[in-house]
């Protein structure tokens, strides 16, 4: 995308006042996103993004600049304003780029850029007439399908040069279903770094089925209870809350900052026994994967929790060098606007042994939470919460009558402390996470798993 | 570099007979600083602009855009655009609004704000950490500590004779304070929005995110109830922000909205008037014009409770039809999206109680001072309405114990119910105002 001689002069430029390490990001992204509502294609909109990034990093301080425009004067003038955040010190060298290969972890084997819209468009249709087919209390439906393709280049002082391509693409169904004053909303919305293969495996009418299903099952639905009780987590579902309660505070940022709840507690035991947790950036084809994160180093498969002992936080280049230990690869950030920051990849918690139809058989009362709306935490308290789209209750270890408006409430290590079940199923969820403003594609993936007791805010009896 | 307005000049020019073009333009120069243990954390500055382009052929839409395009990429935008609308389905609603006058809005570009220089960003992040961490002995330490400031630029231009341009400043000053005592971590969190730093006091920011988080210090999990709450400013304005979806004619024609149908009707309590103006003089939305060039205009939404009726963009008010008009509410996220309907100063009218008087009426319930998940808690087709919480116990008409861990809960037609009275505070978060709001009853969550 940009002459090796030029960035070197960019770093050098960025370097002038010293700094443990220059970088320059270079981004050139297209997308296509096409909305089906009402039947109709609503609006079909093309993108096409580019902008370089510098940042100049010295100890944990860092100066960021942009611009949109990739000639040398504008690079020139993004490195003199990030290199301005630094106090004045001697200026220091460029090591020589040399290019570093990647795995290729996210090939697309049929890009999406090389299919026709009309494609895309009968795609949705798809979605939209299995949708409908579910029921006739089905009265709204939307799809939105998304595909971009990033072309990335990072060049660091330290001599590295790393380009890499990331092709994304994603189906969204929301269903609106209606039965006399009920009104109940169903989503489904699998995603990939890959190319329209994925769509052989995730057929565009499966997720209009899906939704529809949800919001269908949701119409018979009573509200759900308050208070504390047995909850158990579908697999996948718990990935989500594994996400939130536990692994936005294990970002190292948080930790550095003295506001994470898990400071200090490497090498202790921090959740039940049961619970093997990682982040794992290196998945083929994973929402959250990539070859090397956005400060370029090599992703990594980083281990969290092994039979409950906490084994390290998510780092990237700034806070690993004051924590003395090695980067996991975890610097990402939504685009060349912003600087790289310590995030999730692909977060997991693994399988255990326990039949999963076990986990609910065995449960007198409770609620089982099979789809989720989201979460927050956080992560200087431990509090989160985590909203149920899609829940049941259980009656003496049987999944009964539907429920709606849940709400789960609870802190980090306490309701991971507190997992008493995990089973041998898994299956993954993906999303976008916002922090700081950035927003993030990530995968969270678990089994089946029983909360002894959490609260859940509900307004029934 | 062109200019906006040239810019958008270029792409109207480019339509072709029987085709409604439509060009935005908008440039943003955005710095950024936080501060950490006396020390610059970061800088960060950001010099954004793009051009997006809508065209309409046999009511058919489409929609392009690209950061920063020289002449030819503009031209090539509006070539992308066409494309695009030849795939979209013909809907005889979709048109282009017809050229009307505007006013511009005195003070939305404040020069003096807009002079500062970077040096003296840094100072007031400085201060302002140093502010938050010398108050109170057990806060010495912030997550985050920054202050932040934008000049944008915008410019509209139609083959139907909408011309537009203006221009504006804006400032934020947000703290989040942690509070720690034993084994306890509290976090407080302040913000406010000016049009410029020079306008906004961070020493009296930093001091309520430091009573903020203190006050939280030795919080407990509550019994399970039902109760009346208080939701502070800071929580009410999230839980507004869902009402605010329900109220944008989009959803209503989607059948998306619990507010369909529902004109002319009481849908909330007598306490309750809720407006969206985007002509409020220092509003922290206001402007001359929404998203397609359409002068911006206020909508009684609520009025002692009874609706008056949905926000529009000329696309909904088209396909309302009868009288409607747009009332200014076409709104974008920058140039990456076409136009579509939301609010601009969104705001419940002030009543006329103090804190105190709010207090009184609500003993035994609790305040409210943070939610948490609204994103994914609250659900503006179906209504319901959960989501976690902290805050603390009323009693004797005063704020007392501090409470974590728990939910509230209820539905928003029962929320909007159950309005028994609203505070004098008025505030506004970001395009949202609201004053301390009391609600009779909603099911709080804990042990």
């Known amino acids: 995308m940009l002459d090796r001689d030029l960035v070197a002069d960019v770093l050098a430029a960025a370097r002038r006042r010293g700094g443990d390490l220059a970088e320059v990001f270079v981004e050139e992204r297209s997308s296509t996103s096409i909305r089906l509502d009402d039947g109709k294609v609503e609006e079909l909109t093309t993108g096409l993004d580019r902008g370089a990034g510098v940042r100049v990093v010295e100890g944990t301080s860092y100066g960021y600049a942009f611009s949109n425009r990739l000639d040398r004067d504008s690079l020139l003038e993004a490195a003199a304003a990030a290199s301005a955040a630094l106090r004045q010190g001697a200026a220091r060298s460029v090591v020589d780029l040399v290019r570093v290969h990647g795995e290729g972890r996210n090939r697309a084997e049929r890009p999406a850029g090389a299919v026709p819209a009309a494609d895309k468009v009968a795609w949705l249709r798809e979605v939209d007439e299995h949708a409908r087919a579910v029921s006739g209390e089905v009265t709204q439906v939307t799809g939105i399908y998304g595909d971009s393709l990033q072309r990335r280049l990072i060049a660091t002082s330290d001599g590295r040069w790393i380009e890499e391509d990331r092709p994304r693409i994603r189906m969204v169904a929301q269903v609106v279903a209606k039965r006399g004053d009920v009104i109940q909303t169903g989503w489904h919305g699998p995603a990939a770094c890959a190319g329209v293969e994925f769509l052989d495996v995730h057929a565009p009418g499966e997720t209009g089925r899906i939704a529809a299903s949800r919001a269908v099952t949701m119409l018979g639905s009573i509200p759900a209870p308050a208070g504390e009780m047995a909850v158990v987590v579908a697999n996948g579902c718990g990935g989500v809350l594994f996400h939130e309660a536990v692994g936005h505070p294990l970002e190292a940022d948080a930790v550095d900052k003295e506001a994470s709840v898990y400071r200090g507690l490497v090498g202790t035991k921090c959740a039940s026994e049961l619970i093997n947790g990682v982040d794992d950036a290196t998945i083929p084809n994973g929402w959250g994967s990539y070859d090397f994160d956005d400060e370029g180093e090599p992703s990594a498969r980083t281990v969290l929790f092994t039979d409950g002992i906490l084994q390290g936080f998510l780092q990237d280049r700034m806070r690993a060098a004051k924590m003395g230990v090695a980067t996991t690869g975890n610097a990402r950030r939504e685009s060349y606007a912003y600087p790289p920051i310590p995030r999730m990849t692909n977060t997991n918690i693994l399988p255990g042994t326990t039949d999963p139809a076990d986990v609910i058989a065995s449960t007198e009362r409770g609620v089982y939470v099979s789809g989720l709306a989201g979460g927050q935490v956080n992560p200087a308290t431990g509090d989160f919460v985590f909203g149920v789209s899609e829940g049941f209750l259980i009656e003496k270890g049987e999944i009964t009558t539907p429920v709606r408006g849940a709400n789960l409430i609870g802190r980090a290590i306490e309701v991971m402390s507190s997992v008493d079940a995990v089973g041998s199923d898994f299956e993954t969820w993906e999303g976008v996470c916002g922090k700081d403003g950035q927003g993030a594609p990530v995968g969270s993936g678990s089994p089946t798993l029983r909360i002894a007791r959490m609260t859940v805010g509900g307004t029934g009896g | ?447």
């Open chain 2, 1 to 447: 570099m062109a200019e906006l307005t040239d810019l958008v000049r270029i792409a109207v020019d480019a339509a072709r007979s029987r085709e409604q073009v439509e060009a935005y333009a908008d440039e943003t120069r955005e710095t950024e600083v936080s501060a950490l243990r006396g020390e610059v954390e970061g800088m960060k500055f950001s010099q954004g602009r793009g051009l997006g382009v809508r065209v309409i052929r046999d009511g058919r839409l489409g929609y392009a855009w690209a950061a920063d395009p020289t002449p030819e990429e503009a031209l090539d935008t509006v070539r992308r655009a066409r494309e695009n609308a030849a795939l979209g389905e013909p809907d005889e609603f979709n048109g282009l609004p017809e050229a009307a006058p505007f006013t511009p809005i005195p003070g939305l570009f404040h020069e003096a704000s807009a002079a500062l220089s970077t040096d003296d960003k840094v100072r007031r992040a400085l201060d302002l950490e140093a502010a938050a961490i010398s108050s109170d002995p057990r806060v010495g330490k912030v997550d985050l500590a920054q202050v932040g400031d934008a000049v944008s630029r915008m410019a509209i231009a139609s083959t139907l004779g909408v011309e537009a341009e203006y221009a504006r400043t804006d400032a934020w000053v947000v703290v989040v304070t942690l509070a720690v005592e034993g084994d306890e971590t509290q976090t407080g969190y302040s913000f406010r929005i000016a049009r410029g730093l020079d306008l906004l006091d961070h020493h009296a920011i930093a001091k309520e995110a430091v009573e903020r988080a203190v006050r939280m210090i030795g919080a407990t999990k509550p019994q399970t109830a039902k109760l009346p709450v208080i939701l502070d400013p800071f929580a009410a304005s999230e839980f507004l922000g869902v009402v605010g979806g329900a109220l944008s004619a989009d959803a209503v024609l989607k059948g998306r909205s619990l507010f369909a149908g529902r004109v002319g009707e009481p849908v909330g309590s007598e306490a309750f008037t809720l407006v969206d103006d985007g002509t409020l003089q220092d509003g922290p939305a206001t402007c001359p014009v929404d998203g397609e060039g359409v002068p911006s205009g206020r909508t009684d939404l609520f009025t002692g409770g009874v609706l008056g009726g949905f926000l529009h963009s000329t696309y909904t008010a088209r396909r309302t039809g009868g009288s409607q008009r747009s009332t200014g509410n076409a709104k974008r996220g920058g140039f990456k999206s076409a136009p579509g309907v939301g609010t601009s100063n969104f705001f419940v009218q002030p009543g006329e109680r103090s804190l105190d008087e709010l207090y009184a009426m609500a003993d035994g319930g609790v305040l409210i001072d943070d939610l948490a998940g609204v994103h994914s808690g609250a659900n503006a087709i179906s209504g319901e309405f959960s989501v976690g919480a902290t805050g603390l116990r009323i009693r004797d008409g005063a704020p007392a114990e501090p409470l974590r861990e728990m939910t509230i809960a209820s539905t928003l037609p029962d929320m909007l119910r159950g309005v028994l009275a609203v505070g004098n505070d008025l505030r506004f978060f970001m395009g949202v105002g609201t004053p301390s709001i009391l609600i009779g009853e909603m099911t709080l969550a804990g042990v």
